[in-house]
């Protein structure tokens, strides 16, 4: 494309040194979430990532980063150009600049043509209006849309707003649960980014006290994982794309929540908490929605993300259900790729490669 000027990042120094750029494209692309964030995927790929398959494609206009489709090699179950990020993020995406995003989707969409080569691209989790839209618009050869992973969202609202959205009865009950969570005391604080790795180590032994015997999420008790976290989130929090709350109970931690946020939304992406306050009935889950619904209300965001996920609990607040979306993009060569993808659900996995745990 005229006046812009492509290349593709393959080197680890490389990639941490375009943060300072990556931040104000963040900032610059209204589609953007917390996972597109360069804090996030370079963590990530510090943690899960295999040492040469990066692939990050990056357009430049007059020297300022203006598109960035961050993508690593895989090369099982199929070879393909997959996000990075991994199965621990909700939404995976490229990022475009409001100011151009349709040159500079079309400029990815060029350099994806050249360096695919014999690998599918399989652009997973994509959130509805996501700028791989663009991409798989631009595409000019055989390309397929399939759903992906359904996520529930609710307005950017107060508890007040959000309340109102119940059955009266129900919205009772909720008021009730509240008020009982004010009578016990629990108060809550945002960790400062100093003290946001000790959180995060609460919060996960916490999570995994929830969870013990019920089947947790094993990659959350993994030390990569909470490397990961410490690093991602410590940054992120510094530049306020992220919170981690924490909720004292005589003075002693008995929760903690990771929210992540971006310019268009707020998830609650992890929360622990000590199941000695269900002995005592508290409603976690109530309790963690109004402190985020606290955060963003009036903040110009959109959603309240509930992120992945279907269940019971987020469903009493009748939340609208979007699909995240699936792009398959194939050149000739690798039209069987594609064909087996599409008719098997085989998924090129946006995943963590094999590494050490």
Partial sequence: MAGLRVEVCTDNLHFADLAPNWHRLHRSCSTATPFQSHAWLHSWW??????????????????????????????????????????????????????????????LTGALMTSARGALIDLGEVRPGGGAELLHANWPRARRRLSDSRCLELPAEGMDALLSRLPSNRAQRARAKLRKIDALGIEQRDVPPEEVPGALRTLLEL????????????????????????????????????????????????????TLLSPAL?????????????????????MLLRACAQRIDGSGRAA??????????????????????????????????????????????????????
């Fill in 207 to 258: 999570h995994g006290l929830q969870w013990q015997g019920r089947g947790v999420t094993r990659e959350h008790l993994r030390p990569r994982f909470e490397e990961h976290l410490a690093r991602a989130v410590g940054e992120m929090t510094r530049q306020g794309d992220a919170v981690v709350t924490e909720f004292r109970l005589d003075g002693e931690v008995v929760a903690a929540d990771l």
């Fill in 266 to 286: 707020a998830g609650g992406y992890l929360y622990g908490a000590h199941p000695g306050l269900r002995g005592r009935k508290v409603d976690v889950a109530t």
């Fill in 304 to 357: 309240l993300s509930m992120l992945r996920g279907n269940e019971p609990y987020k469903q009493h607040w009748r939340p609208e259900v979007r699909v995240n979306q699936r792009f398959l993009l194939a050149r000739r060569r690798t039209l069987p790729l594609l064909w087996a993808s599409t008719l098997h659900g085989r998924r090129c996995p946006a995943t963590e490669p094999s590494g050490p745990a």
């Fill in 46 to 107: 510090l943690s899960y990532g295999v040492p040469g398959r990066l692939r990050v494609h990056l357009a430049y206009r007059d020297g300022e980063l203006v598109g960035a489709a961050p993508l690593m090699r895989v090369l099982r179950p199929l070879p393909a150009l997959v996000p990075l990020g991994g199965t621990i993020s909700d939404f995976t995406d490229v990022l475009l600049d409001d100011a151009c995003a349709e040159e500079a989707a079309g400029a």
